[in-house]
Nanobody, 115 residues
Framework: QVQLVESGGGLVQAGGSLRLSCAAS????????MAWYRQAPGKQRELVAT???????NYADSVKGRFTISRDNAKNTMCLQMMSLKPEDTAVYYC?????????WGKGTLVTVSS
């Protein structure tokens, strides 16, 4: 069993920055891949960025050059540094983790970008 808890969401003006964090607890020794997803109102949930235990990362085209995903294996945390935020980034952001047999999801944190 793995539990994921997101934090750091909030309201920010266009062009501003936010940093999201995800804390993992439980059977974290089995986790390989972690990721951030987001879902805007009325839209499909989409993959934002992924990071493996080795540090390999991938980003959606819409956030390349603006977002940075990172992972601290010793602290069992994952972060998403978001820069130059745009109104279209407004969404609920979800922390995701995967082990050899199960998927785990956080409850989400809301990011609202004004104007």
């Amino acid at each position: 069993q793995v539990q994921l808890v997101e934090s750091g969401g909030g309201l920010v003006q266009a062009g501003g920055s936010l940093r999201l964090s995800c804390a993992a607890s439980g059977s974290i020794f089995s986790i390989n891949t972690m990721a951030w997803y987001r879902q805007a109102p009325g839209k499909q949930r989409e993959l934002v960025a992924t990071v493996t235990t080795s540090g390999s990362t991938n980003y959606a085209d819409s956030v390349k050059g603006r977002f940075t995903i990172s992972r601290d294996n010793a602290k069992n945390t994952m972060c998403l540094q978001m820069m130059s935020l745009k109104p279209e980034d407004t969404a609920v952001y979800y922390c995701y983790a995967r082990d050899f047999r199960l998927d785990y999801w956080g409850k989400g944190t809301l990011v609202t970008v004004s104007s």
